[in-house]
């Protein structure tokens, strides 16, 4: 693990640019000197860990006693793609503009970035947990389907938060039976790309007999900044 860069902001907050071979990714990190509760904080679908939605919650995070680290894995943020990765894009924008059915075309494009994606965020994973200012337990927040995946297979992930969950994976709907750590799961009622009643439907096929749906109106980007707040308080029950 190599760090790139590091700058103080404003808030205390440690921000720290790293590369862990091909795998760029940033770390934030509150003043304290205790060693720190990790959260892994992952943006939907590929965007990039620069995203400023996803920037500003690790900050406000960070500055709340977590430690927090995002990565762009293969085939999210400025990692080359693949042209079928690529095609999947433009066939999914064509058809959702048309109106037409868009579930093979999901699966095409999110299926092959989930599977690459988690053995790069464990390994990530590994890097982190052997700096003296993270402490653990961990969290994760962010991409549904990618977080199916890393509660179902990684053992040291003991709480998370989902965003949305409209549209994932066949594979990950059947892996959500084996997500048994607790969790808070965010709905926008009126998100007009993740339907609502599968979202429900994969909220009741977890797994874990700890679980919390929080429901809001509006679209997609809508969600209320007071569920940060939630989630903070929610991670404070499970990794503090």
């Given amino acids: 693990m190599h760090v790139t860069s590091e700058r103080r902001l404003d808030d205390g907050v440690l921000e720290r640019e790293f590369t862990l071979g091909e795998i760029p990714g940033t770390l934030w990190t509150p003043e ?4 720190a509760p990790l959260i892994l904080m992952a943006h ?3 965007l990039p860990k620069a995203e400023p939605r996803l920037v500003a919650r690790a900050r406000l995070s960070a500055a709340s ?7 762009d894995a293969a085939g999210c943020g400025d990692r080359p793609r693949t042209a079928a990765g690529e095609q999947a894009r433009a066939d999914l924008r064509r058809a959702m503009r048309a109106g037409e059915p868009v579930d093979e075309i999901f699966e095409s494009l999110v299926g092959p970035l ?24 961990v969290g994760y927040a962010g991409w549904t389907a ?4 890393l509660a179902a297979v990684e053992p040291r992930i003991t709480a998370a938060g989902f965003f949305a969950g409209g549209y994932v994976p066949r594979a990950q709907r059947e892996e959500a039976r084996q997500v048994t750590v ?12 993740n339907p609502r009643q599968r979202a429900l439907d994969l909220f009741d096929a977890f797994g874990t007999k ?24 929610f991670f404070g029950r499970h990794l503090k």
Avoid at 32 to 35: C, L, Q
Avoid at 212 to 219: E, K, R, V, Y
């Fill in 182 to 193: 607790p969790l808070l799961f965010l709905l926008q009622w009126d998100d007009e790309g």
């Fill in 44 to 46: 939907n679908n590929g």
């Fill in 65 to 71: 006693g977590y430690a927090v680290a995002t990565i």
């Fill in 114 to 137: 989930v599977e690459n994606a988690v053995p790069e965020w464990r390994l990530a994973l590994d890097a982190l947990l052997t700096l003296p200012e993270i402490g653990g337990p």
């Fill in 32 to 35: 304290s000197v205790a060693p």
């Fill in 146 to 149: 990618l977080g199916i995946r």
């Fill in 210 to 233: 700890e679980k919390t749906l929080h429901a809001n109106l509006g679209g997609h980007t809508g969600t209320p900044w007071f569920e940060r707040e939630d989630g903070d308080r």
